[in-house]
């Protein structure tokens, strides 16, 4: 069952195919639907050591689909031993693993590149880090028992829609070596409650470290397979300049720090008021290939970089808090923050183009508006 996409002429209209903005154009009605389903974290909930519930970023390519609990079932098969058919029950009663995971989708900060890929419109909000818990997929892999010539393990989500002409449901693979890895989980809740609809509902699988388009939601199907998949979504996740490069394959979180935005926002541009003083800029940061080891904060725009305090860690996945105190003074400042991680990986100070729109890591410009501190008080 493993292709599940089919070429339809038929199909080819319903919208212009994947391409970059004219110059000057606007983001249209086209992208807002888009930005108006699929929400961002608000920033300032970087506050949160664990993204509270509903504030996690949500990105879902067709429609959530209506999935019963209690009748789900997921099945288990292609080049194994064992085919498997699991009811949630039979996975709950695995062995259970909860771990807090920073997810961000691979388009985060897409709507800053120049020229703009027409897509979702994100800035820099595609982000959250909640507490998921599931049980290994290994485990389960363990007992179906992949047979020799086994090469890939397919991912098939309940959602169906069409992209470009190509009608499909959604789906994404690991090589066996990757989808055996102890850390990818079958997921069937977060902070401590059943997955919600739009996170997938009633199970997903998780990639730890991994862009969010690994994690396949509504996950109905793993399927082993003896060669390399090459699905629609496998294609589309690849770093191109150019429509018929082949690319590279999109595949972990490259690093990347925020900044909490300081003080108070302006209701429109979402511009900072900061009073002059002492202030503490705060923040998180994270990468899907190594530790965060380094985190620089600049004031002025990028011309200087000040090291800032590393803070805890909840997981090993999760992200990490950085705070440094600063005395704002008294005119413009534009914040920046970028991560450095234990593989050197580092983020650029201008952004890198690609068609896609992919892992534009080009720190933040939060534009602060530091006021003189007398308020006119006593
Ligand atoms: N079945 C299915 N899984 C999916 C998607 C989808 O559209 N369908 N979107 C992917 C993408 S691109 C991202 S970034 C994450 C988002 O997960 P979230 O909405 O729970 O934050 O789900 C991934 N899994
Ligand atoms: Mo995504």
Same mark, same amino acid.
């Given at each position: 069952?493993?292709?599940?996409?089919?070429?339809?002429?038929?199909?080819?209209?319903?919208?212009?195919?994947?391409?970059?903005?004219?110059?000057?154009?606007?983001?249209?009605?086209?992208?807002?639907? *888009?930005?108006?389903?699929?929400?961002?974290?608000?920033?300032?909930? *970087?506050?949160?050591?664990?993204?509270?519930?509903?504030?996690?970023?949500?990105?879902?390519?067709?429609?959530?689909?209506?999935?019963?609990?209690?009748?789900?079932?997921?099945?288990?098969?292609?080049?194994?031993?064992?085919?498997?058919?699991?009811?949630?029950?039979?996975?709950?009663?695995?062995?259970?693993?909860?771990?807090?995971?920073?997810?961000?989708?691979?388009?985060?900060?897409?709507?800053?590149?120049?020229?703009?890929?027409?897509?979702?419109?994100?800035?820099?909000?595609?982000?959250?880090?909640?507490?998921?818990?599931?049980?290994?997929?290994?485990?389960?892999?363990?007992?179906?028992?992949?047979?020799?010539?086994?090469?890939?393990?397919?991912?098939?989500?309940?959602?169906?829609?069409?992209?470009?002409?190509?009608?499909?449901?959604?789906?994404?693979?690991?090589?066996?070596?990757?989808?055996?890895?102890?850390?990818?989980?079958?997921?069937?809740?977060?902070?401590?409650?059943?997955?919600?609809?739009?996170?997938?509902?009633?199970?997903?699988?998780?990639?730890?470290?991994?862009?969010?388009?690994?994690?396949?939601?509504?996950?109905?199907?793993?399927?082993?397979?003896?060669?390399?998949?090459?699905?629609?979504?496998?294609?589309?996740?690849?770093?191109?300049?150019?429509?018929?490069?082949?690319?590279?394959?999109?595949?972990?979180?490259?690093?990347?720090?925020?900044?909490?935005?300081?003080?108070?926002?302006?209701?429109?541009?979402?511009?900072?008021?900061?009073?002059?003083?002492?202030?503490?800029?705060?923040?998180?940061?994270?990468?899907?290939?190594?530790?965060?080891?380094?985190?620089?904060?600049?004031?002025?725009?990028?011309?200087?970089?000040?090291?800032?305090? *590393?803070?805890?860690?909840?997981?090993?996945?999760?992200?990490?808090?950085?705070?440094?105190?600063?005395?704002?003074?008294?005119?413009?400042?534009?914040?920046?923050?970028?991560?450095?991680?234990?593989?050197?990986?580092?983020?650029?100070?201008?952004?890198?183009?690609?068609?896609?729109?992919?892992?534009?890591?080009?720190?933040?410009?939060?534009?602060?508006?530091?006021?003189?501190?007398?308020?006119?008080?006593?």
């Amino acid at each position: 069952m493993t292709t599940t996409e089919t070429s339809n002429p038929a199909l080819a209209g319903l919208s212009r195919p994947a391409r970059v903005a004219d110059e000057g154009e606007g983001v249209g009605l086209d992208e807002i639907g *888009l930005a108006a389903r699929n929400h961002g974290m608000p920033l300032e909930l *970087l506050a949160h050591d664990v993204t509270p519930l509903g504030a996690h970023y949500v990105l879902t390519h067709y429609d959530i689909p209506l999935a019963d609990a209690t009748t789900w079932a997921l099945e288990v098969g292609g080049l194994v031993r064992s085919p498997l058919s699991l009811s949630l029950a039979d996975l709950q009663a695995r062995p259970v693993v909860s771990r807090t995971v920073t997810m961000e989708c691979a388009g985060n900060g897409r709507a800053r590149l120049s020229p703009r890929p027409v897509s979702q419109p994100w800035l820099h909000e595609a982000v959250g880090a909640m507490t998921w818990t599931g049980t290994p997929l290994a485990g389960v892999l363990a007992d179906a028992a992949p047979l020799d010539g086994a090469v890939d393990v397919v991912f098939t989500g309940a959602d169906h829609g069409v992209e470009r002409g190509v009608e499909q449901d959604y789906q994404r693979s690991l090589t066996v070596e990757q989808a055996t890895d102890p850390e990818v989980l079958l997921a069937w809740a977060c902070n401590g409650v059943e997955l919600p609809p739009q996170h997938g509902h009633p199970l997903r699988l998780l990639v730890p470290g991994w862009y969010g388009m690994a994690s396949v939601k509504w996950l109905r199907s793993v399927e082993v397979v003896d060669h390399v998949f090459d699905g629609y979504q496998m294609r589309a996740y690849s770093l191109r300049q150019a429509p018929e490069e082949e690319g590279e394959r999109v595949t972990r979180i490259a690093p990347r720090a925020l900044v909490q935005p300081p003080g108070f926002p302006d209701f429109l541009s979402r511009r900072r008021v900061v009073r002059a003083g002492p202030q503490l800029l705060t923040g998180r940061a994270w990468s899907g290939w190594a530790e965060v080891v380094s985190v620089e904060v600049s004031v002025d725009g990028g011309a200087t970089w000040v090291e800032a305090e *590393l803070g805890a860690q909840p997981d090993p996945r999760a992200w990490r808090s950085w705070s440094l105190p600063w005395t704002a003074t008294e005119g413009r400042h534009v914040v920046s923050a970028r991560a450095t991680d234990a593989t050197g990986r580092t983020q650029p100070s201008e952004p890198v183009w690609n068609r896609g729109g992919f892992a534009n890591t080009a720190p933040q410009d939060l534009q602060v508006l530091v006021l003189a501190a007398d308020r006119g008080e006593s």
